[in-house]
């Protein structure tokens, strides 16, 4: 008995993430988006920040950022430091040497989490759309053009990423899950929304997210929550193929 039990649930632990996945893949992923793009559209954008300790790689995501190829005068970064190393002072002396980026600074004394930095920075924000991202994540240079892209059809209310491994050797068990996760992701986005977001890209129209009070306090998934409720108003959250990389820890 407790053998046929134990089968049962293994049964349904692997078969219906799988069967989950073949639909997705071979119903969904093959759909067009059905969202009408116009590529050179280009609204104000605000790029936040938060930060904590990341003096040792603060400077090449604030280079990452300088060198989107999206015109400067329409895009802002908002940082939101609670760090107690030289973070918000390399933030201050890259600025002084590249002031032709518009960049605020928000000195937080205490770290309260992520959620309610991204709100602090959002009382700064009067652009229309809303950029999320980590310190730890590289962009490639296209990376605004594309994600703002999907905003000039008003169907759209949230955009985010798919990563990929700065770290090289990743193969086998690794790789094929990223494969499969990323794919779902890809699928359920061309379906209508996908209910997983990315921190290390994600936009938002700011509008949307004033209508939900900003971004959740009480929840770890910040983004993904917030994709979510934005769905839930009838708005798509999707995520296209834009790749970022992310750091992964040392061995």
Known sequence: M???IALFLAGV?????????YY???KWLPKPWNIKIDENYRPKVTIILPTYNEEKIIKEKLENLYNQVYPKELMEIVIVDSSNDKTAEIVETWHNNNNDTKIT??????RR???SALNEALRHVNNDIVIIADADALWPENAVCEAVKWFSDPSVGAVSCLKKPMKQGFLG???GYRDYYNILRLAESKAFSTPVFHGELAAFRRELL???????????????????????????SITPEIWVNERVPKD
């Open 2 to 4: 407790l053998e046929a």
């Open 210 to 236: 004033l209508k939900i009070n900003g971004f959740p306090t009480d929840i770890g998934a910040d983004d993904s929550h917030t994709a979510t409720k934005i769905a839930s108003m009838g708005y798509r």
């Open 24 to 26: 997705a893949k071979t």
């Open 113 to 115: 989490g992520k959620a």
């Open 173 to 175: 068990i690794e790789e």
């Open 13 to 21: 632990h692997f078969g219906v993430p799988l069967a989950y996945y």
């Open 105 to 110: 600074l928000i000195r937080e004394n205490e």
